[in-house]
DNA sequence: GAGTGGTCTAGACCACGCA
DNA sequence: GCGTGGTCTAGACCACTCT
């Protein structure tokens, strides 16, 4: 089978099948799939390359397999969604929980900067999340978010906003977050940093500035975060 | 088969065979393994077995499979070495090549931190490297390596350094990297870093602190840098 | 016991690299 | 044209979960 345009696998033609069906919502985050077999004879392929696409999908992620009982879409839970994005970390290792503080959420226009991040054109409105959160109830990072508003219709009237967005972003809007490039710099901290975070200006902090990219492949978040590093570290394994 | 021991697997059992195998040395980076075939012959197991592990193997990022040709232990070359482990870049993204600057080589007791970090006794003995790197032929980073004497001898008579460590490491000592830890924090550079790094004392830089480790699963690297974060950030994307 | 994913096998055929 | 890895199939049996 080798087209002018091409030759392109079974088990990438069932992945994008999948991964659409996904994406379209057929099945909920958390909801199981149909068996291999079912899926096998729905898509007119051998087991064995279904298999070896829901082996991949759940490599990326997207499905959770589970010996017994079924193959299923995989949750942004709390723990989940906070220990795969969240890197700040007590140096030593130990994987912090934050906490809520103080947030407030707006819609305006977009401007140049978010524009050219966001992929947005002229006169899109976004969503401006600007939060606190917390370490053992002291401030440790101040977040503010860009979201194309019109992804996320109503996001802002859902105040307080849950602790893991990414979990609302897939419940509530069938967004996938399923990978996000981050950039780390040392800035300064400002008087604002001192009002927020508690640490006298002019100490380091880090700054993070993070680009969320969703399952459809759109980019849906850029967040900013700055977060105090007196006690705290920015944690990740390369391999 | 359901042991009392627990079950294992045929295909973790040829995974660990080939480890074992790529550890002692038996192929060398860069050189092609028997076939598929001759692999299973070799086991007794079949072709699909042996092709679950090598597939594996891959994207552990051990071996590299070239379609016609065969499956070679991957090499920590210059640039896949460099873009795997060396974080640093331009906003924005753009990937940089550090070039080596001036460095000295020491060997020395373990201090307790160091003995502590790479399960060191007293009495051990460390490598010390301390080098500058330089982008675009100005300081960047200044860092403090230390690794197990014991392991890397006569490495102080090796000097210069390739610019690539664990190029060397991987075809000098067998040792090769498989992952690294790295913990990142904003500090305040001192009197040093102005010499080193040309920024006034007092600039946030990035502090990274970094523990690899190697196939066989030792502690093997403890690399501490310092780098200038005026126009460099450090890049990495979460999944 | 029925149904699910997990392991393992055997074999056919395709795509690629090279001599 | 041969040898390599890459794709795809069909089927057997095992391990786990739930009823």
Redesign the pocket.
């Known amino acids: 089978?080798?087209d002018i345009a091409g030759?392109r696998?079974?088990?990438?033609?069932v992945h994008d099948i999948i991964v659409r069906k996904v994406v379209q919502g057929v099945w909920k985050p958390g909801e199981?799939?149909?068996?291999?077999?079912?899926l096998a004879r729905e898509l007119?392929?051998?087991?064995?390359?279904v298999?070896?696409v829901?082996?991949a999908l759940t490599a990326e992620n997207l499905l959770e397999?589970?010996?017994?009982?079924?193959?299923f879409i995989a949750e942004h839970t709390q723990e989940r969604a906070l220990f795969r994005f969240f890197r700040m970390a007590r140096p030593g290792g130990e994987r912090l929980t934050p906490t809520r503080g103080k947030g407030v959420v707006k819609i305006r226009a977009a401007r140049a900067a978010e524009q050219a991040k966001l992929d947005l054109t002229r006169g899109d409105r976004v969503v401006e999340i600007d939060r606190i959160r917390l370490i053992d109830g002291r401030p440790a990072i101040r977040e503010l978010i860009i979201l194309p508003a019109a992804h996320f219709p109503g996001i802002e009237k859902r105040s307080p906003l849950p602790n893991t967005l990414y979990s609302l972003y897939q419940t509530e809007y069938r967004i996938n977050i399923v990978s996000a490039q981050e950039e780390l710099s040392a800035v300064a901290a400002t008087a604002r940093d001192e009002a927020d975070l508690g640490v006298a200006a002019g100490t380091p902090i880090l700054l993070i500035d993070r680009l969320a990219v969703s399952l459809q492949d759109l980019k849906v978040e850029w967040r900013v975060s700055r977060a105090r590093s007196d006690d705290l570290v920015y944690a990740v394994t390369l391999t």
């Open positions: 089978m080798s030759y696998p079974l088990y990438r033609q199981a799939l149909p068996s291999e077999q079912a007119g392929v051998s087991q064995g390359t298999r070896k829901l082996d397999r589970r010996q017994g009982k079924g193959t």
